[in-house]
């Protein structure tokens, strides 16, 4: 008997409806460690304001970095100071964010490794619906998520390791409060972990995108090019509809009480 057929059978996991994954391939279990993950969770509970912080960033992408952005968050006619306050703009920001805390929960408390994998995923789905991305991302060329993500690492992990605070609100209470975090991370080690952690943000979202944008262009080319065959199809939908229609409505017939034959006297 083949050694392939004793081997324990590897466990599946369905990764979104795109792509079956096997959980041995989970990025947050190859690349992170367990202590890795925590620390995740831990330097991003460290922030006050995350959505702060993440709000700064993108302010900076999509004025100096990323012009081309501003139209697709709608941010195209509004100063600077007041971008935050788009609803689409700010509600990336906030979604965004809201991401971030979902994902270091999931990775570095409640363990649900699969589940971070699967949203990270869903993620970079559902962002083929952004047709500025459906036409302009290009994993090999330009790449958005790439390019948000790696300023992402550059400006985002600062915070966690203390080196950088937001600017307070003149006469705020923690004005002269220096945040000091607990020492049980190295800057270093924060730094390694998080680049970690966005780089496959990237890559795993940079991937399902391309995956589901050829499956609905091919769904689309399909459609194109057999024009009959969508139209066949419908109209023998429309037939079986139908069918079953009168079906139903035979057997409601046959099952309604026979109205009484009624007897007319002779008139004779
Ligand atoms: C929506 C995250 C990059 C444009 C969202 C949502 C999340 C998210 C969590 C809401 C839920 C969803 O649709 O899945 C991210 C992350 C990115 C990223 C982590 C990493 C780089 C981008 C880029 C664009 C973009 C490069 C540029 C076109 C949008 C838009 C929406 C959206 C327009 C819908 C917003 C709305 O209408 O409320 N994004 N995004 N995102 N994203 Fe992103």
């Known amino acids: 008997m083949g050694a392939s057929l004793c081997a324990p059978k590897k466990k599946k996991t369905q990764v979104g409806a795109s792509w079956v994954g096997n959980e041995s391939e989970n990025p947050f279990d190859v690349s992170l460690t367990k202590k890795d993950r925590t620390c995740l969770r831990e330097t991003f509970q460290r922030l006050e304001e995350p959505k702060e912080v993440v709000g700064l960033i993108f302010v900076d992408i999509v004025n100096d970095v990323e012009p081309d952005l501003k139209k697709v968050f709608g941010v195209d006619r509004a100063p600077r100071p007041v971008m935050l306050k788009m609803p689409k703009f700010g509600g990336h920001v906030a979604r965004f964010t809201d991401l971030l805390d979902q994902l270091t929960s999931m990775l570095g408390y409640t363990e649900n490794l699969t589940g971070a994998w699967q949203l990270v995923r869903k993620t970079g789905r559902s962002h083929v619906r952004q047709g500025f991305l459906e036409l302009n991302q290009n994993q090999l060329e330009k790449n958005y998520f790439e390019v948000v993500l790696n300023v992402f690492i550059d400006r985002f992990i600062p915070y966690l390791t ?64 057999a024009p009959h065959q969508h139209i066949e199809q419908s109209e023998r939908k429309k037939k079986r509809i139908q069918e079953k229609q009168s079906e139903i409505e035979n057997t409601a017939s046959s099952h309604e009480p026979k109205e009484q034959e009624q007897m007319f006297e002779d008139p004779f």
Request: overall charge positive; hydrophobic content about 35%; cysteine-free.
């Open 162 to 225: 203390g080196e950088q605070q937001l600017p307070k609100a003149a006469g705020s209470e923690n004005d002269q409060k220096k945040v000091r975090f607990a020492n049980n991370y190295q800057p270093q080690q924060i730094q390694d972990i998080w680049k970690k952690f966005f780089t496959i943000l990237a890559a795993q979202m940079t991937d399902s995108f391309e995956l589901e944008r050829a499956k609905q262009r091919n769904a689309q080319s399909q459609k194109a090019l």
